[in-house]
Structure formats: C-alpha cells, structure tokens
Nanobody, 112 residues
Framework: QVQLVESGGGLVQAGGSLRLSCAAS????????MGWYRQAPGKQRELVAT???????NYGEFVKGRFTISRDNAKKTVYLQMNSLKPEDTAVYFCWMTADVWGQGTQVTVSA
C-alpha cells in the first residue's frame, strides 16, 4: 500500500521560508512523478509544483521563482523549499504522486 507522509509545515512571518518534506513508502518512487498541491479555505485545490522521474519541474504560475521542488530517490522523499512567503500562500499543502495518491496534508500559515 502506497503512503505519503508530509512534514515541515507551520507558522512563519511574511518573507520567511519553510521546507516541506514528503516521504513515500510502498512504491517504486524513482519512476513516479511527485508533486505538491495546496488548498486554501474556500478555494479549489491548485498545483504548486511537480517533478518527474527525469527531474523535469513544473510550477504553478503564482510561484514566480519563490519555490523549488526537488527529490531524493534514495530517501524516497520529495521536498518543497518555499522562500519569500506571502500571507496568500497560507493553505494546506498536499503531497501527490502519480496514480492519484495523496498525503494527509500539512498546514502552512503565513502571517502578515
């Protein structure tokens, strides 16, 4: 059974940074596309970033160079480094994997 477990969320001031991690188990991680989505209260879930097995990255338009997705296949972990955070980045961030597997989510709150 595939499981994704996120960590690293929390409360940060505007302009600060956070690093999210997502550890996968029970899957062939190295050939899977991994990603992060987020959902703010009252809004639809939206793409933050994805990275495929070859390391090709794709970002949501709002990222504008502030976030970086990376992966460590040996650790079966995908990361999201978030810099220059804004209050509008406040949301629950979900790890995602090919075949529509989701983590439980981690809260990110950015104060003004």
């Amino acid at each position: 059974q595939v499981q994704l477990v996120e960590s690293g969320g929390g409360l940060v001031q505007a302009g600060g940074s956070l690093r999210l991690s997502c550890a996968a188990s029970g899957t062939v991680f190295s050939i899977s596309t991994m990603g992060w989505y987020r959902q703010a209260p009252g809004k639809q879930r939206e793409l933050v970033a994805t990275i495929n097995a070859g390391g090709v990255r794709n970002y949501g338009e709002f990222v504008k160079g502030r976030f970086t997705i990376s992966r460590d296949n040996a650790k079966k972990t995908v990361y999201l480094q978030m810099n220059s955070l804004k209050p509008e980045d406040t949301a629950v961030y979900f790890c995602w994997m090919t075949a529509d597997v989701w983590g439980q989510g981690t809260q990110v709150t950015v104060s003004a």
